[in-house]
């Protein structure tokens, strides 16, 4: 088992700045997915770390071994894409066992490891067929073996799911899942969906811009977003961030006052600050009230059988979610209000930094 190291790295494109000044670590045996929006740079950080695209500056380590100048051949990481490129004219077992050939490795013991690897992705019945004969699923599975064949430290996944249907997608994540618990292996994995992330990771890392906005558990970062970057991009529906004002006196508990609202919010302040800031409550802490809290006018429902989610405009013009348990009897048009419990607050300063 081997860690990652990355200092400070930087790459530039031209006068483009796509990452800048990375500082992580990855520890054996675990599972770290980067997430975040279309050109973020986690494909070219992942693409970096596989040593298909230079470092500009700063520094790569594998285990206690610096890295980023070596060719790729001689980091043992291997890499799966997004598109199989699988040789369709091979059999599945030849396709798994394709770069044990290219090393001359024996016969007889390519044979072994492609059963072996086969039995760990439930291949082993259909080796014989051809790429064109199975399913995606089942194709993102040879892939997946044919990286494992040459027993590399660090498996890199550049959103392997992304080209599978919904139903597939839930089977490949669960079989993702299993399978990193069996090998014991470091695996970096690609996405720009929070759901992978969020199920699939031990750590999370979220990039925006090229820089992190933060590193943590999934629960981590639903609980203590850093920032309303974070905040909106996990959750779904994202995080309803209203603009409000804390407001202090010599005798009363510190308020949130939500701007241009009626009602407002009392809560036992930890923190000595006042004046503007912004609150956080994700749509599935929002409690329907018969009075007080935020007012709103309901635009649109969404009745999903498990959940409803009510779309809504509040007094101030503000575009907000709840999400709501079951099958709730809410249409357009209707008024209605919302409120939460203290600790389901999300406070951030002006800048959408979090205030603890």
């Excluded at 044990?100 to 019945?125: C, F, G, N, Y």
Aim: proline residues 5%.
């Amino acid at each position: 088992m081997t860690g990652l190291s990355l200092k400070s790295v930087c790459k530039k494109f031209g006068d483009l700045n796509v990452i800048q000044n990375i500082d992580l670590t990855i520890e054996p045996n675990e599972f770290v997915v980067f997430v975040g929006p279309s050109g973020c740079g986690k494909s070219t950080l992942l693409r970096m770390i596989a040593g298909l695209e230079e470092i500009s500056s700063g520094e790569f380590w594998i285990g206690n071994k610096r890295a980023d100048h070596l060719p790729v051949s001689d980091r043992d990481i291997a890499m799966v894409f997004q598109s199989y490129a699988l040789y369709p004219h091979m059999t599945l077992g030849e396709n798994i066992g394709f770069p044990l050939r290219l090393a001359k490795m024996p016969k007889q013991e390519i044979q072994q490891k492609v059963s072996k690897i086969s039995d760990v992705l439930h291949l082993t019945k259909i080796l014989d067929r051809k790429p064109g004969q199975i399913s995606g699923g089942q194709r993102q599975r040879v892939a997946i073996g044919r990286a494992l064949a040459r027993d590399p430290k660090v498996i890199l996944l550049d959103e392997p799911l992304s080209n599978l249907d919904a139903a597939l997608r839930l089977e490949m994540r669960v079989e993702l899942a299993r399978l990193h618990k069996q090998l014991d292996a470091t695996m970096i994995y690609v996405t720009h969906d929070q759901v992978e992330a969020m199920t699939l990771a031990d750590r999370i890392v979220i990039l925006n811009n090229g820089q992190i906005a933060q590193v943590g558990t999934p629960l981590d970062l639903y609980n203590k977003p850093a920032n309303t970057f974070v905040a909106e991009f996990i959750g779904s529906p994202k995080m309803n961030i209203f603009p409000a004002t804390i407001e202090t006196s010599a005798t009363d508990i510190p308020k949130i006052n939500l701007t241009n609202e009626r009602n407002d919010f009392a809560f036992e302040a930890s923190i000595n600050i006042s004046g503007p800031i912004q609150m956080g409550i994700r749509p599935e802490h929002m409690v329907p009230v018969n009075e007080g809290g935020i007012r709103g006018l309901v635009n649109r429902t969404e009745h999903l059988g498990s959940d409803t989610y009510v779309y809504f405009q509040t007094e101030n013009k503000a575009n907000a979610v709840a999400r709501l348990n079951g099958i709730a009897p809410i249409q357009a048009g209707e008024n209605i209000s919302f409120t939460t419990i203290p600790e389901h607050y999300h406070l951030f300063d002006q800048k959408g930094i979090r205030i603890e």
